[in-house]
């Protein structure tokens, strides 16, 4: 049964003693209104506007003969005029000064551009460690830092969607927002009867530019299979789709306020207690405004903060990681879109999850196909992790898998990279990637949500905890799904994790490390990481090999 189905026969089922809320979702315990079951407004017939959103996609993303000139001419102007100034004032300088140049321009050109790519700006500030340090700070500010619409439109949209003057539903309505990022903004208030919360409000208009953004993606998605070596990689033209799929579904907030109740299902269901999932109100949501409770705590990057309160910034990074892979393993939910601006840490740990536009669903073949997966890779099991790829659509149903052992070099001696001359490393990605395109690999929907999550706990560690013995987080994991999970796991796909030892030697060679490595910290993989980027840079090395033609 999917979380979605539990969560709508939990609040649709008889008993007033059930009427407490936080003993069936993963809210706090004192809430400002408890939400029962059948008397939340928005609730109903939300299935049909989510599968109304999702039949939007197909349209959308068809392809074209004439591409959207207009939006491709701003497109052009925005980041060809950001290019050609900092071309001119900061490239000659070099180094560092040319990277943050580089790195802010294009921030402010991808802010004027709107939701799309202000989108893949907050995709790229959380991956530190996989892009320059300058270009990932920049981006954070597209988290939450995008320049607000006017207070004016704010009220607009407030009361055309609730009906009612603003003053006739808060008694105080903050004029500066909170958070201003891609689709909406959040501004503090107060409800009439005292209660304080928090309100997302849609920026006015944004609708119908995500339309043309997808349009003009979706015209341009074909023309780069095989141009570039990453975006060849990710599938462009089911990118797009993906893309679409999940921010039609932002533009609705009626949707994000369902994802918030089936995640809150899930970790309760769970027993997890290291995530808190704000209450959205009853009442007041509609497909512009959430209201939702108002929590506190510490920005997931305030780490001096964390620890003058006792708070243990590695056990809040272990939490947050089982509890994600706990929802995409066991239960097939999990929120899509982590980002610091999305979380912060409550004063006693636990962890406030924010902004559920992007939720993650699997049915239960994807769920199934994920959990075999994770589990061959915890057992060195190479083949069975390429078969459970294969089964999730990231390759060809008949594809070769022992030839594709072959292609990844899986069947031969770890190479360290640090090791290697730039021209070495590049010319093994070439021909990696080569091989793997030509055997139809991409990247659905599950593995990229999935990957873009963990980019973020990727930069979260360098923040959070920096010098944890990396095996041994992972053996912690491990040991807990062994622990709780066991049964669960070995009914659905036959291998049993309390019976079955943990092998790392698949997770040291993905690092370029000998099977007989103790130990790795993540401040030591960056420093691996900075040395194979320097190699690349000083030789001038290139992908050969991938571009159209070749």
Same mark, same amino acid.
């Given at each position: 049964?999917?979380?979605?189905?539990?969560?709508?026969?939990?609040?649709?089922?008889?008993?007033?003693?059930?009427?407490?809320?936080?003993?069936?979702?993963?809210?706090?315990?004192?809430?400002?209104?408890?939400?029962?079951?059948?008397?939340?407004?928005?609730?109903?017939?939300?299935?049909?506007?989510?599968?109304?959103?999702?039949?939007?996609?197909?349209?959308?993303?068809?392809?074209?003969?004439?591409?959207?000139?207009?939006?491709?001419?701003?497109?052009?102007?925005?980041?060809?005029?950001?290019?050609?100034?900092?071309?001119?004032?900061?490239?000659?300088?070099?180094?560092?000064?040319?990277?943050?140049?580089?790195?802010?321009?294009?921030?402010?050109?991808?802010?004027?551009?709107?939701?799309?790519?202000?989108?893949?700006?907050?995709?790229?500030?959380?991956?530190?460690?996989?892009?320059?340090?300058?270009?990932?700070?920049?981006?954070?500010?597209?988290?939450?830092?995008?320049?607000?619409?006017?207070?004016?439109?704010?009220?607009?949209?407030?009361?055309?969607?609730?009906?009612?003057?603003?003053?006739?539903?808060?008694?105080?309505?903050?004029?500066?927002?909170?958070?201003?990022?891609?689709?909406?903004?959040?501004?503090?208030?107060?409800?009439?009867?005292?209660?304080?919360?928090?309100?997302?409000?849609?920026?006015?208009?944004?609708?119908?530019?995500?339309?043309?953004?997808?349009?003009?993606?979706?015209?341009?998605?074909?023309?780069?299979?095989?141009?570039?070596?990453?975006?060849?990689?990710?599938?462009?033209?089911?990118?797009?789709?993906?893309?679409?799929?999940?921010?039609?579904?932002?533009?609705?907030?009626?949707?994000?306020?369902?994802?918030?109740?089936?995640?809150?299902?899930?970790?309760?269901?769970?027993?997890?207690?290291?995530?808190?999932?704000?209450?959205?109100?009853?009442?007041?949501?509609?497909?512009?405004?959430?209201?939702?409770?108002?929590?506190?705590?510490?920005?997931?990057?305030?780490?001096?903060?964390?620890?003058?309160?006792?708070?243990?910034?590695?056990?809040?990074?272990?939490?947050?990681?089982?509890?994600?892979?706990?929802?995409?393993?066991?239960?097939?939910?999990?929120?899509?879109?982590?980002?610091?601006?999305?979380?912060?840490?409550?004063?006693?740990?636990?962890?406030?999850? &924010?902004?559920?536009?992007?939720?993650?669903?699997?049915?239960?073949?994807?769920?199934?196909?994920?959990?075999?997966?994770?589990?061959?890779?915890?057992?060195?099991?190479?083949?069975?992790?390429?078969?459970?790829?294969?089964?999730?659509?990231? &390759?060809?149903?008949?594809?070769?898998?022992?030839?594709?052992?072959?292609?990844?070099?899986?069947?031969?001696?770890?190479?360290?990279?640090?090791?290697?001359?730039?021209?070495?490393?590049?010319?093994?990605?070439?021909?990696?990637?080569?091989?793997?395109?030509?055997?139809?690999?991409?990247?659905?929907?599950?593995?990229?949500?999935?990957?873009?999550?963990?980019?973020?706990?990727?930069?979260?560690?360098?923040?959070?905890?920096?010098?944890?013995?990396?095996?041994?987080?992972?053996?912690?994991?491990?040991?807990?799904?062994?622990?709780?999970?066991?049964?669960?796991?070995?009914?659905?796909?036959?291998?049993?994790?309390?019976?079955?030892?943990?092998?790392?030697?698949?997770?040291?060679?993905?690092?370029?490390?000998?099977?007989?490595?103790?130990?790795?910290?993540?401040?030591?993989?960056?420093?691996?990481?900075?040395?194979?980027?320097?190699?690349?840079?000083?030789?001038?090395?290139?992908?050969?090999?991938?571009?159209?033609?070749?």
């Amino acid at each position: 049964m999917s979380a979605e189905r539990d969560a709508t026969e939990a609040m649709n089922g008889a008993g007033a003693a059930d009427a407490e809320d936080a003993a069936r979702w993963a809210f706090g315990e004192d809430g400002p209104w408890y939400l029962e079951r059948g008397r939340i407004a928005w609730l109903p017939g939300l299935e049909a506007v989510r599968q109304s959103a999702q039949a939007e996609v197909p349209d959308l993303t068809r392809a074209r003969l004439v591409p959207p000139v207009g939006r491709f001419g701003e497109a052009f102007g925005r980041v060809g005029g950001a290019l050609g100034r900092w071309w001119l004032a900061e490239r000659r300088g070099g180094g560092e000064r040319s990277r943050a140049g580089l790195s802010r321009r294009l921030r402010e050109a991808f802010e004027h551009l709107g939701p799309a790519y202000i989108k893949l700006g907050q995709i790229i500030s959380s991956g530190r460690g996989l892009f320059p340090d300058e270009l990932v700070a920049e981006f954070r500010k597209c988290r939450d830092q995008v320049p607000p619409e006017p207070f004016d439109h704010v009220r607009r949209v407030v009361e055309e969607d609730l009906g009612r003057s603003l003053e006739a539903v808060f008694s105080s309505f903050d004029r500066t927002c909170l958070a201003a990022a891609s689709i909406a903004q959040v501004h503090r208030a107060t409800l009439r009867n005292g209660e304080e919360v928090v309100v997302k409000v849609q920026r006015p208009g944004v609708a119908a530019r995500v339309r043309a953004d997808i349009a003009a993606m979706a015209w341009i998605a074909p023309k780069l299979v095989g141009r570039i070596p990453v975006a060849a990689l990710a599938n462009p033209p089911a990118l797009v789709e993906l893309f679409a799929e999940t921010i039609l579904e932002e533009l609705d907030f009626r949707l994000e306020a369902q994802n918030m109740l089936d995640v809150a299902y899930v970790l309760r269901h769970a027993g997890q207690t290291a995530v808190v999932v704000p209450r959205p109100h009853p009442e007041l949501v509609t497909r512009r405004v959430l209201v939702m409770e108002r929590l506190h705590g510490f920005a997931y990057d305030d780490v001096a903060g964390m620890r003058a309160a006792g708070i243990d910034t590695a056990e809040v990074l272990r939490s947050m990681m089982i509890t994600f892979l706990e929802g995409a393993m066991i239960y097939g939910v999990f929120h899509g879109d982590l980002h610091g601006g999305n979380l912060f840490v409550m004063p006693d740990g636990r962890v406030a999850l &924010l902004d559920y536009g992007m939720t993650a669903r699997m049915d239960e073949k994807q769920r199934i196909a994920f959990l075999r997966m994770m589990m061959a890779g915890a057992a060195n099991d190479v083949r069975g992790q390429l078969a459970a790829f294969r089964d999730l659509g990231a &390759l060809d149903a008949d594809a070769d898998l022992d030839e594709l052992v072959t292609i990844l070099k899986l069947d031969q001696p770890v190479r360290d990279p640090t090791r290697m001359s730039g021209e070495e490393i590049a010319s093994e990605i070439s021909e990696l990637l080569k091989g793997l395109l030509k055997k139809g690999a991409r990247l659905p929907k599950p593995l990229m949500l999935y990957a873009k999550d963990m980019l973020f706990f990727d930069g979260a560690v360098a923040e959070l905890a920096p010098d944890l013995n990396m095996f041994a987080e992972v053996a912690r994991i491990y040991t807990y799904f062994a622990t709780r999970h066991a049964h669960t796991i070995a009914a659905q796909i036959g291998v049993d994790p309390s019976r079955s030892a943990l092998d790392l030697t698949g997770v040291k060679a993905s690092l370029g490390l000998e099977s007989d490595a103790e130990s790795i910290t993540h401040r030591e993989i960056q420093d691996r990481r900075r040395i194979v980027q320097k190699k690349l840079e000083e030789t001038g090395a290139r992908l050969p090999g991938i571009d159209a033609g070749e």
